[in-house]
């Protein structure tokens, strides 16, 4: 009888030790979750404190905006960085940088690929008009400048879609990759996986999901998704050409297929299902 009883508590000890270190190993290959906070730099506070750096002159050359050769006023954007933030304490390679335009335009890139570049903030166009600091910019018919702020390098070639152009920028936000990939990021449905992606290259700069993303275009599933007001096939139709929809329309031409377009619908649909109770806060 004490042997039945040894026996049984050595089989529990065993299973019990077997389970530990299961789950030990479990926790191990599970990635790291890169949780730290969001920082903000407000560049029109810096520049009110005299702090932005010095100032020198760049060339452009093909100068993405303008389309043609540019020269401006310019400081050192990694500089005026390193001057304001702590890169010792930040996730480099897990961090994206994020740029927020006046407009609600918000490119982003990875901060690693911004800091091994040669990044300048303009704040005045060597070619600008008497009594102005800024050539006009003409878009869609519409009239505009670059104030305050227009990101450009002078090592990079405008093609690179990588490497973020933006006009009237006004603050640096540094958040975790992890972040809107998570929040995003439809992990159990392949289909719509594609649709993300698209949408992560295509869309998110201007558009928002649940509170993640651009503001110059509508959040797209926060109270209501896209497509509980849009009918399906004319959505796919307008992100394919939305000129064909509206006269002087903001929005692109994007230069994606029909099929890319239907992926991209199809992501927004899935996401209805994935809404917040409230928009997360900027």
């Known amino acids: 009888m004490k042997t039945v009883k040894i026996n049984s508590l050595i089989s529990c000890l065993f299973i019990f030790w077997f389970l530990s270190c299961t789950k030990q190993k479990e926790q191990k290959t599970e990635p790291l979750v890169n949780a730290q906070p969001e920082i903000v730099l407000d560049l029109l506070v810096i520049k009110a404190k005299n702090k932005l750096g010095k100032d020198t002159v760049v060339t452009i050359v093909n100068d993405p905006v303008y ?4 020269k401006y006023h310019v400081v050192n954007a990694l500089e005026l960085l390193k001057n304001e933030i702590d890169l010792s304490k930040v996730d480099v390679k897990n961090t994206l940088i994020v740029f927020e335009c006046i407009d609600g335009y918000k490119p982003e890139m990875p901060l690693e690929l911004f800091l091994n570049s040669k990044p300048y903030l303009a704040f005045k166009d060597v070619d600008a008009p008497k009594g102005s600091n800024w050539e006009k910019i003409i878009k869609n018919g519409n009239e505009m400048n670059a104030d305050p702020f227009y990101l ?6 405008s093609d690179n879609q990588e490497y973020k152009w933006p006009y009237n920028v006004i603050k640096f ?8 990939i998570e929040a995003l990021q439809p992990k159990e449905d392949e289909k719509a ?13 201007c558009h928002a999901i649940n509170g993640i993303g651009g503001e110059m275009g509508p959040e797209l599933n926060y109270p209501k998704n896209v497509t509980e007001y849009w009918k399906e096939t004319e959505l796919v139709d307008y992100i394919v050409n939305p000129a064909a ?6 929005m692109p031409t994007l230069g994606i297929t029909k099929q890319q377009s239907e992926e991209i619908v199809y992501y927004l649909k899935y996401m209805s299902k994935k809404k ?3 928009v997360q806060s900027k």
């Open 67 to 70: 389309h043609k050769t540019k």
């Open 152 to 157: 450009v390098y002078d090592s990079v070639s």
């Open 173 to 180: 936000h540094f958040v975790s990759k992890n972040k809107n």
């Open 193 to 205: 996986m594609k649709g993300f992606l698209l949408f992560q290259k295509q869309c998110i700069t």
């Open 245 to 250: 929809f509206r006269n002087k329309v903001k």
């Open 276 to 278: 917040v109770i409230s």
